[in-house]
Nanobody, 119 residues
Framework: VQLQASGGGLVQPGGCLRL?????????????MGWYRQAPGKERELVAG???????NYANSVKGRFTISRDNGKQTVNLQMNSLEPEDTGVYYC??????????????WGQGTLVTVSS
């Protein structure tokens, strides 16, 4: 199983970016999915998550600005980021809880994509 994140880049404050993350490989099912980020000098933090019932949760700092969505058919999880602020700068990692072919739940991570918000 692999997760491929993309969409990062340099954007001015107030701008927007969309981060797609695509799953590939053999699996029996997909559970929770989401995005973490790690800012320079800080610990990794949860940005947004979505469960199998499409119930979402967000970090307080991004509520009202970011939207997470999943497409089970396409095996993707996407993060739409609007009204970006310099504090949103960091490496963004997607994750997914996968039910493997051995019927075990394991968490897989994407490789990270850098988002820089700066004028």
């Amino acid at each position: 199983v692999q997760l491929q994140a993309s969409g990062g880049g340099l954007v001015q404050p107030g701008g927007c970016l969309r981060l797609p993350c695509a799953l590939s490989g053999t699996m029996l099912g997909i559970g929770d999915m989401g995005w973490y980020r790690q800012a320079p000098g800080k610990e990794r933090e949860l940005v947004a998550g979505v469960d199998t019932d499409d119930i979402t949760n967000y970090a307080n700092s991004v509520k009202g600005r970011f939207t997470i969505s999943r497409d089970n058919g396409k095996q993707t999880v996407n993060l739409q980021m609007n009204s970006l602020e310099p504090e949103d700068t960091g490496v963004y990692y997607c994750y997914a809880v996968i039910v493997t072919i051995y019927s075990r739940s394991e968490t897989y991570w994407g490789q990270g994509t850098l988002v820089t918000v700066s004028s």
